[in-house]
C-alpha cells in the first residue's frame, strides 16, 4: 500500500511564476490536509479538503493560494505569482475519516 | 484558536540517557495528542499517539503522559539511541464527528544524542 505521494519533491520558480503542486492520499483515504514548513520552524495548518469540497481553508492567504481535490486525480496546492517568502516545504496529509494523519515526503519549492 | 507550545527547542542528551519534551495546548475541547518524528528531508512519522480518555501511553522506549486539567502532555524516550535525533513535533486537534480533525502542531523539539 503506496503512502502519501507528493510531486514534485523539489521545485524551483522565478516570482511572479507559478507553482502547482500534487498530492495523491493513501489509498481508501478522502480527507487531504496541507501544511507549510518554513525552515527551521513547525507545519502550519493550511486547508482541508475532502473530495470536490474544501472543509476548512482558515489557514490559507487570502490571495494567490487555491487548492482543490476533485473527484478523479490528485489534491493540487496552487500558488500564483509566487514570492520569495513562498519558498518553504509544502506537506501533504491524508487520513481515513478522523483517524490517524499520514504525511508525504513534501515539496520543497524555491523561488528566485 | 487552538495553540500549541512546545519546551525545549532543542536538547542534547547522552546516548542511554532519557528525554522528556513537553507541550501545552489551549483549546480545552482537544482530545488527540500525537507526536511526530522528522528526519532531515522527510515527512513527519507519527511515533506515538494518546487520546483524552487515558493518562499516559507506552511503546517500547517511547511514553507519553496526558494532564488534561493542566493541559499539557510530554513525551519520554527512554535508553537514547544515536537515530533517535531528530526534530519532534507534538500536536493537539479535536477529532470526532463534525469536527475537521486538523492538527496544530508544536514549534519542535531539536533531539541531539551523542554517542
Known amino acids: 500500500n503506496a503512502g502519501v505521494m507528493q510531486n514534485p519533491r523539489h521545485l524551483v520558480r522565478r516570482r511572479g511564476q507559478e507553482a502547482r503542486l500534487r498530492c495523491s492520499p493513501m489509498?481508501?483515504?478522502?480527507?487531504v490536509y496541507w501544511y507549510r514548513q518554513l525552515p527551521e520552524e513547525g507545519l502550519k495548518f493550511m486547508v482541508y479538503?475532502?473530495?470536490?469540497?474544501?472543509?476548512?481553508e482558515s489557514g490559507m492567504p487570502k490571495e494567490r493560494f487555491s487548492a482543490e481535490f476533485p473527484k478523479e486525480g490528485p489534491s493540487i496546492l496552487r500558488i500564483q505569482q509566487v514570492v520569495r517568502g513562498d519558498s518553504a516545504a509544502y506537506f501533504c496529509?491524508?487520513?481515513?475519516?478522523?483517524?490517524?494523519?499520514?504525511f508525504g515526503e513534501g515539496s520543497r519549492l524555491t523561488v528566485l | 484558536g487552538e495553540n500549541v507550545e512546545q519546551h525545549p527547542s532543542t536538547l542534547s542528551v547522552q546516548e542511554g540517557d532519557s528525554a522528556v519534551i513537553k507541550c501545552t495546548y489551549s483549546?480545552?475541547?482537544?482530545?488527540?495528542f500525537p507526536w511526530y518524528k522528522q528526519e532531515l528531508g522527510k515527512g513527519p512519522q507519527l511515533i506515538i499517539d494518546i487520546r483524552s480518555n487515558v493518562g499516559e501511553k507506552k511503546d517500547q522506549r517511547i511514553a507519553v503522559t496526558l494532564n488534561k486539567t493542566a493541559k499539557h502532555f510530554s513525551l519520554h524516550i527512554t535508553e537514547t539511541q544515536p537515530e533517535d535525533s531528530a526534530v519532534y513535533f507534538c500536536a493537539a486537534s479535536n477529532r470526532g464527528s463534525g469536527n475537521t480533525g486538523k492538527l496544530i502542531f508544536g514549534q519542535g523539539t531539536t533531539l541531539q544524542v551523542k554517542p
Open positions: 479538503l475532502q473530495k470536490e469540497n474544501i472543509i476548512d
Open positions: 489509498k481508501g483515504h478522502s480527507h
Open positions: 496529509a491524508s487520513s481515513m475519516n478522523t483517524g490517524e494523519l499520514f
Open positions: 483549546d480545552s475541547a482537544s482530545n488527540y
